[in-house]
């Protein structure tokens, strides 16, 4: 009898603490946007962190909560964006380009020296504490795929010159290929800043010579010949200045060591014929001469 009615009030206690509990939770409750909802349903749902929130939820909080913008999500560019600006109410500020990564290197096996064979565990980050990894450059590619790796997409893949590719369809600009390189070579660009040096070194142009054959020398002619003078020196490695770039190719067909490319061409640097003052007549286009082979 006293074991029936130690149950009793047992289960009397636990169903007022249970009431009670319920009254308070809703007496309490935090109201919870309905807007939170609405963008994590367009959201792609990948969970990145690349907007720099915790997932998908955690950016949807940001944008209503006002602390990040509308188009934070890389992984859903601009259709993403509209959808969520539309739930916001809010304009959506369309000059803003998506980016893709690049990897600003093109010192393949046949190109750049390799010092020793790397026998590690396959890893950029792990080379480059092996002595900084089996490449001659110590600025270059060192052809182990991180970057491929973190790319959660499919958008990045090995070649078979030792390279990383990326499918620009594929791509979302997430940024965490830029984040596993090691060595900066993997970059965020948007397609309309098209012409890249594709070379990190800024060692001096002998040193360059004697570990890759399409390295940066740092002679500074791509700079001379620039009639924007979009290009600068700095500490030996030529950089452009897209903003100020008319991808007139003058560089592409100038540089000696053919290391600058337009993206949108997908062309290598161009000889120089006689009366090459632009890139269509570099490649005897209409108005220009045929170039010299």
Do not use: W
Not at 124 to 141: D, M, P, S
Not at 160 to 176: A, E, I, M, Q
Not at 227 to 235: G, L, W
Request: aromatic residues 4%.
């Amino acid at each position: 009898m006293n074991g029936l009615s130690a149950l009793l009030s047992l289960g009397a206690l636990g169903l007022i603490f249970g009431l009670s509990l319920g009254v308070a939770a809703k007496k309490f409750a935090v109201e919870r946007d309905p807007r939170v909802d609405e963008i994590l349903a367009v959201l792609p749902g990948a969970n990145c962190g690349a907007c720099g929130y915790p997932g998908c939820s955690g950016l949807a909080d940001a944008v209503v909560a006002g602390s990040a913008p509308v188009d934070a999500c890389p992984v859903g560019k601009a259709p993403v964006a509209a959808r969520v600006a539309e739930i916001m109410g809010v304009k959506l500020d369309s000059s803003a380009e998506p980016k893709y990564a690049r990897v600003m290197c093109l010192g393949d096996r046949a190109r750049a020296v390799e010092l020793f064979e790397y026998r590690g565990i396959r890893d950029c980050r792990a080379a480059q504490l092996v002595g900084g990894g089996a490449k001659g450059c110590t600025y270059g590619c060192l052809g182990l795929g991180s970057c491929v790796n973190a790319c959660q997409f499919g958008a990045m893949s090995m070649g078979d010159d030792g390279l990383p590719k990326v499918d620009d369809d594929l791509c979302t600009g997430c940024g965490k290929c830029v984040a596993a390189c090691p060595r900066g070579i993997v970059q965020l660009r948007a397609k309309k800043d098209s012409v890249n040096v594709m070379c990190q070194s800024h060692a001096r142009g002998p040193e360059v010579k004697k570990v890759c054959s399409i390295g940066c020398i740092g002679c500074g002619i791509c700079a001379k010949n620039c009639p924007e003078k979009a290009i600068t020196m700095v500490d030996s490695l030529a950089v452009i200045d897209n903003s100020k770039c008319t991808r007139c190719g003058i560089c592409i067909a100038k540089c000696p060591a053919k290391c600058i490319i337009d993206y949108a061409k997908i062309e290598p640097a161009l000889p120089v014929g006689a009366g090459c003052e632009n890139l269509a007549s570099c490649r005897g286009g209409e108005g220009g001469s045929q170039a010299a082979s």
